[in-house]
């Protein structure tokens, strides 16, 4: 760390500045977010050594190394299955690989329980640029209708718009993810400043997340970024003034939008028809049904996939492998398989098999008791903690079970959930040892 030393930068300000790079990696691909991802990891366990392995462990962390090792297990397992079956274009130990790579997010939620525990990471950084980058690809979006290209020269492709993204189709998610933060940059760290003009700021900032996710023709994003707003001003008392503007508005904007523009008045309206289809074959029973809307076929695709590997499942990335050897299999369907189940839970039950699922949802619902019910229900120190708000919710809308979202093991995706948890675990964590102390 010499060029620390040079150019007087101390560590803290160091460990910050790739803090704050994290939504703008988001922006410049998967690449970019590993790299900033390992810097992170490296840099802070060489600038603080052993001492990042010696936060407190508890029941949690015993389960998320279970977790891992399952991911490690199941990938030898199956991958000497490819290789007993002679499996050559599947690559010899492509799955251990992978499972051995994906242990550096069990790096990242101790790294980033070491940093907020021990008060090296100023979080005023990290909504700082989560605003700025939810502002800029707003703002992208909407020029990118207007214009016909973004700032980069990027089209959209066919009713959707994916702005800094190019074609790949992410832009509202992105928003959705990280736009919340903005509401509480100003409350939290800068109310002194402009804490009187947050009547303005407020629906400003809503009006210009929420036109870019509409634009952005990212339906489910537009879902959870409605439904994480909504539990904010459900459980935040000092949020409920702003309940009737925000209706008010979404009403007024998307009326305008959906009346007056043919493209978003066509995404919105085949998604309600793709709702309504699947509520009705399920009402109905009828699974078997030529009308069955993508979505859904890719969701009924898992279960005869999951038999396969019932217990401790196939290993990451392997369901577009094993989707396609499933007994159950239609041939004579256009649709076969994709990639992934397009739900995290479903992925989990055939990744890592019952075993697997049993454990991520005992942690999920250990995080919910020590973050959640510990911040609106129970009596804690966490009462008083303003800054775990946005972490709460998100993460909440994050691991909501029913939606569509993209694969559960992919740098994006995995990225995103362990940053929510290491920062949430560490803020309840440090409470918790506040309270022991006195």
Sequence with gaps: MYLLSKFQVSKSNYINLLIFLIPVSFIAGNMIVNINLILLILSTLIL???KVFKIRYFVLDKLFFAFFFLVLLTGIINDYYFYSISLAWKGYFTTIIKSIFFLKYLLLYIVLRYLVETNTL??????????????FVSFDIIYQFFNGTDIFGYEGIKNKLGGPFGDELIAGGYIQRFSIFSFFLIPLFYSNQFGKYLKIIIPILFIIFFIGIVLSGNRMPLILFLFTVSLIVLFQKQTRKYFLPSIILFILIFS????????????????????SQMMTIVLEKDFSSKRKP????????????????????????????????????DKNSKFICNMH??????????????VGFFLISIIFIIILHLTFLKKYFLKSKLNDNKIIIAFIFLFIAEIFPIKSTGSFFTTGNTTYLFLLIGILIGLARKDILIEKKY
């Excluded at 100023?122 to 502002?135: E, G, I, P, R």
């Excluded at 939008?257 to 709702?275: E, G």
């Design 48 to 50: 603080y050594g052993n």
């Design 341 to 354: 189940p397009h739900n995290y839970y479903l992925e989990i039950l055939t990744e890592t098999g019952v």
């Design 122 to 135: 100023n979080l005023k950084y990290f909504f700082s640029s989560c605003t700025l980058m939810s502002v």
């Design 256 to 275: 305008l939008l959906f009346n007056f523009n043919n493209k978003v008045k066509y995404n919105y309206m085949a998604f309600y028809t793709q709702i």
């Design 294 to 329: 993508p979505y859904l076929k890719e969701f009924t695709s898992f279960h005869g996939t999951w038999l396969m590997n019932k217990y401790i499942g196939g290993g990451i990335k392997n369901f577009r492998y094993y989707c396609h050897e499933r007994s159950n299999i």
